[in-house]
């Protein structure tokens, strides 16, 4: 497993912006991908975005348009920025990493290492 920090959550305004970040190199794989996942408060984790290593990326339909996700390999960093953020958008975020599987799924089982989660609460 690979270690991965969240960091950059926080309280905002309904229509703010938002910048979550995640330490961790991820996997040495040729099929390595990252994602960002969510859960809030008696819902289950869902995906949000997810990058592949060769830069390919994927959303959920729910944040597209909103949010992007990065990533800087120099930094082992991986990036969230989330705009014009909504009241459903709280949750509680997640790093997560795999290797070998069908990356854009979102399915949480696809994914081998996961973070501590960070907390995003919207408020109008």
């Known amino acids: 497993q690979v270690q991965l920090r969240e960091s950059g959550g926080g309280s905002v305004q309904s229509g703010g912006s938002l910048r979550l970040s995640c330490e961790g190199s991820?996997?040495?794989?040729?099929?390595?991908?990252m994602a960002w996942f969510r859960q809030a408060p008696g819902k289950e984790r869902e995906g949000v975005a997810a990058?592949?290593?060769?830069?390919?990326?994927t959303y959920a339909d729910s944040v597209k348009g909103r949010f992007t996700i990065s990533q800087d390999n120099a930094k082992n960093t991986l990036h969230l920025q989330m705009n014009n953020l909504k009241i459903e958008d709280t949750a509680v975020y997640y790093c997560?990493?795999?290797?070998?599987?069908?990356?854009?799924?979102?399915?949480?089982?696809?994914?081998?290492?996961w973070g501590q989660g960070t907390q995003v609460t919207v408020s109008s």
């Open positions: 990058i592949h290593t060769d830069g390919s990326t």
């Open positions: 997560a990493a795999g290797y070998g599987g069908i990356w854009w799924s979102f399915r949480t089982s696809q994914y081998n290492s």
């Open positions: 991820g996997y040495t794989h040729s099929n390595s991908y």
